[in-house]
């Protein structure tokens, strides 16, 4: 086991490096180095000699500004916009192949092709003329003559009959039209078409079999008219026989040749099709089965607002969590018509594919299969119209920095595209989140940031993390109708499951304050809506020009040459005796929108009497109300004995802060091992009634002071014991074969507070060793432990001292490749739980992060409560707040999308408020900001309406509470008792308190019972 200590250096195995060095004897050059050295500092540059650059002429030049732009494009579509019209006259003229051809056919014949030439000619001098021998040579030049040439001759003598040889130059205006048709159907970027790969693939391989049937239709036709004398014969017939005969052997024609030109011809069409119909044939289902109908472009109807998300992968424990609490009717009505557009190169896979066809999501949203990098995508979903983009990052994956980069990069082409739409961001690492701030988007979440402090939060507030997810997770009627079907079920207690829906019914919303809370401090504002309406205010937000003064006396600087913003607002959560002025926005807890609603339109009535008739208790209150009501002065911690409160002031509410710095500047300043083992000695001292543990694998400290690799090596060498006496500390489970958990600085962050009573030890137990910057970041933090082995193995168990830990952290694999099969992804979690659960004979409080959230309900001691129709957030384990998965977050990054300030007020709940950064350049101070914390309820309170201890927190300690951590003991039916915890968030002001709650509380500073 290592200690990681300040300015310590990581004891890690680091890889062979080959250094070399670049010889220096003059023997191996011209020139000595001092001469080299002096040359190229005074070598003067000369104009190299260059070959003649070549010039192009203006028609290459031409040609390539013409492929270059739409107007060859259409050049190309009038070219064969005149030999289609020559076509049609020809078929138009087979009718009078027996007489004279009408004079307005010869005329309009002769305009065409006068017209076709007038528009050739120039595209053949610019596009392939290098020499005059090119008119000969190339096919083009040589089609358009024949193409030309019967029109002339039909011009000088009308009569079939005495030209009958030009019936075999008519065949050659089709094949020209191929060719030309051709042209214009290929796939281009400056193409006016805008045809895709697939149809331009189908158009060409269709316009191939129409122009192979028709040129032998004409060639068969006029040879039968004008040397067989066919009496019958039209040109529509001639088309039907050439295409029965390629495609059944002319077996169902009734017209069969009968002599030996008209059958050598079908031979020859015949032939020509079996070569080239089945090779195109192929080719076409290839690029068809390519073809997705997931290409279809994005279309909406009038005004409808659409959104798009992008992910590297389409995660459906992600994707499921993000739409269902997107269209949740909590929302309100604006998101019926709201289409979400999925934008990813690649196909959906089959339960993405399954998931999307249920009918809830059929209708309202849109797979399209595309790049985010790429205009053509973007404009295919519509994304200029688009009202935001989410930007989703893979949760699990071992190449963070690539998704993030990648990430980011499809960040800057948005913002390139279009620059309205607002961006909602997932990183997964913190130090990415400076690149995406620089693209100003509306919310940033991190991952890895997020899950760990909500994880470090759990361990010093049980429940944290239920609490945190009913808050930013909107709770269906559905969901609570399956809750209640379990009512009868074995091991779960009816007023259990209905106090439960009451707490995740509720969220977080903002709201205006009325005008009739101008001039009240946050505190009565706060007691004045949870009597009158039944909702918390626990935050609220001021005008960022109004917070240019000093914080600590809330002025209001009037005389301050900022502009005025009253879309930024800065977050306090409980500002305890701030005086609301009437600008200000709130965010308070409600079961609806509507009842949030009410705030801003409250003017006063309805408050509730605290000495209302009381729910029949449980047991005989020790105090009245009025005695508690009226106890100002008295700490609400020490009221046990029945004869009133303490007299001394608070005198059992303290509020402890970090050890001295000096202490820890002096305990990080030791130089010898001598003396760091001696302080160890002195602090397991402490602890010596307690057995110690001693694990086979060898334990060692660094001095900081000496960390060469030699001193190192020699720790190691000659182990010195340092935590055999640890106890009460927190068990980091990390069973990832291939790294270390990243980012643990942010777990450990949250848990070094100055406003928490102690340093709880933490101890890492892992397969890997950090890395030298991962040791370096964590070393910054006092108490921390590494031990190296593997948490599923009952002996590395041993190794953490788990008998020993008062809480245990299991984090899942990040780099684990999720797979479209079972959900087995969770199954080391899971036997990492278990051996923990037995090995500890005293109850020990177990996180456990899941990837698959669906696997949650499996983390129960008891087999009657699993039920294969559970769903996730209805399991035992999460309603106690002990399981965690990152699909979590996704809910909070949908929701910022309707409540702005969402992630600022979860920010400021992990980490504390942020200096201000004000328009003028100055920075101010963070302002001192609350805290989440757990209290017992005070004895003299057990058996009273919660609503009263609700006021008296509020009132008398400044401390906004959000709700109840319940402990209720239920009888299972083979008579055993066991115990079920669960979050109660924003209880009912009737709820009776009992002995075993717990209250969720906002407060400055940390409360000790003693």
């Known amino acids: 086991m290592s200690r990681i200590t300040s300015n310590s250096e990581p004891l890690v195995e680091e890889p062979p490096q080959v250094t070399f060095r670049i010889p220096t004897n003059s023997t191996s050059s011209s020139r000595a180095s001092s001469v080299i050295s002096i040359a190229s500092a005074n070598f003067t540059l000369k104009q190299p000699r260059y070959h003649t650059l ?14 270059n732009s739409a107007i060859g494009s259409i050049w190309k579509l009038v070219d064969a916009f005149f030999n289609i019209l020559l076509c049609v006259v020809y078929v138009a003229n087979t009718s009078h192949m027996k007489g004279t051809l009408p004079t307005l056919n ?48 039909t011009a000088i003598d009308p009569v079939f009959q005495q030209t009958r040889y030009i019936v075999f130059f008519y065949p050659f205006r089709f094949i020209r039209c191929y060719f030309s048709v051709c042209d214009c159907l290929v796939r281009s970027e400056k193409s006016v078409l805008k045809l895709g790969q697939v149809t331009s693939r189908f158009l060409i391989f269709l316009q191939s079999i129409i122009f192979l049937v028709l040129t032998g239709s004409s060639l068969l036709h006029g040879v039968e008219n004008a040397y067989m004398k066919a009496q019958n014969l039209t040109f529509l017939d001639a088309v039907f026989f050439t295409t029965i005969m390629l495609g059944t052997v002319g077996y169902l024609s009734d017209i069969v040749p009968d002599n030996a030109f008209p059958r050598i011809l079908l031979l020859a069409i015949f032939t020509t099709g079996l070569i080239f119909i089945p090779y195109s044939i192929s080719e076409l289902i290839a690029l068809i089965r390519s073809k997705s109908v997931y290409d279809k472009p994005f279309k909406k109807i009038s005004q409808q607002p659409h959104v798009i998300i992008i992910a590297p992968t389409i995660e459906l424990p992600s994707l499921r969590h993000f739409l269902k609490e997107f269209y949740s009717t909590a929302h309100g009505s604006a998101t019926v018509n709201t289409k979400v557009v999925i934008l990813n190169p690649v196909e959906p896979t089959d339960r993405v594919r399954t998931f999307l ?53 499809k960040t800057i082409a948005l913002r390139k595209f279009n620059q309205g739409p607002k961006l909602y961001i997932q990183c997964i690492l913190p130090e990415n989140k400076v690149h995406f701030e620089s693209l100003n988007p509306e919310q940033i979440i991190c991952t890895d940031e997020l899950k760990l402090a909500i994880l470090a939060h759990s361990c010093l507030t049980p429940g944290f993390s239920t609490l945190i997810y009913g808050l ?23 007023n259990a499951i209905e106090d439960y829906i009451t707490g995740m019914s509720q969220s977080i919303y903002t709201t205006t304050l009325s005008e009739y809370f101008s001039g009240r401090t946050f505190l009565e504002v706060a007691v004045r809506l949870y009597d009158s309406l039944g909702i918390v205010l626990f935050a609220i937000g001021i005008p960022k020009q109004r917070s240019i003064g000093r914080y600590a006396g809330w002025s209001y600087d009037q005389n301050s040459e900022e502009e005025e913003d009253t879309v930024n607002y800065m977050v306090l959560i409980n500002p305890g005796d701030y005086t609301v002025k009437g600008d200000e926005i709130g965010f308070v807890i409600a079961s609806h929108s509507s009842i949030a609603d009410d705030v801003s339109s409250y003017e006063g009535g309805n408050q509730r009497n605290e000495r209302q008739a009381q729910v029949q208790p449980e047991r005989q209150p020790l105090l009245s109300a009025d005695v508690l009501k009226n106890n100002s002065g008295g700490g609400y911690f020490d009221i046990k004995k029945k004869g009133g409160p303490s007299t001394t002031p608070d005198a059992q509410l303290e509020y402890p802060h970090r050890p001295d710095s000096s202490t820890m500047r002096r305990h990080r300043a030791m130089s010898t091992p001598d003396q760091r083992n001696d302080h160890q000695a002195h602090h ?27 001193n190192i090596v020699h720790e190691i060498e000659h182990p010195n014991s340092v935590v055999d006496t640890i106890i009460g500390h927190i068990l980091i489970c990390d069973y990832s074969p291939t790294i270390f958990p990243r980012n643990l600085d942010c777990f450990v962050s949250p848990l070094r507070k100055p ?22 970041i964590l070393s910054h933090f006092d108490q921390i432990y590494f031990v190296q082995g593997n948490p599923m193995t009952r002996e590395g168990l041993e190794l953490g001292r788990v008998k020993h830990a008062k809480q245990a952290v299991i984090l899942a694999d990040s780099t684990r490749i999720l797979r479209n099969g079972e959900k087995t992804e969770d199954a080391s979690a899971m036997l990492v739980y278990l051996n923990i659960k037995a090995m500890c004979k005293v109850d020990i409080d177990v996180f456990v992060e899941f990837v698959h959230m669906d696997n949650m309900k499996f983390m129960s001691e008891d087999a009657s409560a699993i039920d294969k129709n559970m769903k996730a957030h209805h399991s035992p384990a999460f309603m106690a707040g002990t399981c965690f998965t990152l699909s979590m977050l996704d809910s909070i990054i949908c929701q910022s999308f309707y ?25 101010c101070p963070a302002p001192v900001y609350s805290h989440c914390f757990q209290i017992s309820v005070p004895e003299a309170y057990i ?13 008398e300690k400044k401390v906004i509470p959000l709700g109840l951590y319940r402990t209720k003991r239920v009888k299972t039916s083979d008579s055993n008792i066991k115990s079920i915890k669960y979050v109660y968030t924003c209880p009912k002001y009737n709820v009776c308190l009992r002995d075993s709650d717990k209250v969720f509380i906002l407060s400055k500073r940390m409360p000790v019972c003693q």
């Not at 010869?106 to 001098?125: G, M, N, T």
């Not at 009918?359 to 119209?385: I, M, T």
């Not at 086979?696 to 660094?702: A, N, V």
């Not at 058996?943 to 009132?955: A, D, N, P």
């Open 357 to 409: 066809s249920d009918p809830v999501f059929a209708h309202r949203v849109q797979y399209v299969r595309g790049s985010s990098l790429e205009a053509r995508s973007l404009e295919k979903a519509d994304a200029k119209n688009a009202s935001a983009y989410f930007i989703l990052a893979k949760k699990y994956t071992q190449q963070s920095e690539i998704i993030d980069a990648e990430n980011v990069l």
């Open 472 to 494: 930013t997770t909107s709770f269906t009627f559905e969901s609570a109708h399956e809750l209640r079907k379990r009512q009868n079920s074995d091991g779960f207690d009816t």
């Open 684 to 710: 397991s001292s402490h602890h010596s009634s307690h057995p110690s543990h001693h694990p086979p694998h060898p334990s060692y400290t660094i001095d900081p002071a000496s960390t060469t690799l030699a």
């Open 54 to 67: 070549y010039k192009p002429s203006w028609r290459e030049q031409l040609a390539v500004e013409l492929d």
């Open 755 to 776: 406003y928490l009573e102690k340093i709880i030890p933490i101890v890492i137990l892992s397969l890997v060793r950090p890395s030298q910057s991962q040791w370096k």
């Open 106 to 153: 010869i005329w309009f014949e002769v305009v065409l092709s006068i017209l076709l030439l007038l528009e050739y000619i120039p595209k053949f001098y610019i596009y392939e003329f290098y020499s005059w021998r090119s008119i000969f040579t190339s096919p083009t030049p040589i089609l358009t003559v024949l193409t030309i040439y019967p029109v002339v001759a």
């Open 899 to 923: 409540q702005p300030h969402l992630v600022a007020i979860i920010q400021h709940l992990l980490f504390g408020a942020r200096p201000l950064h004000l328009l003028s350049g100055a920075t």
């Open 943 to 955: 058996g009273f309406q919660y609503g009263v201890l609700f006021k008296y927190l509020v009132e």
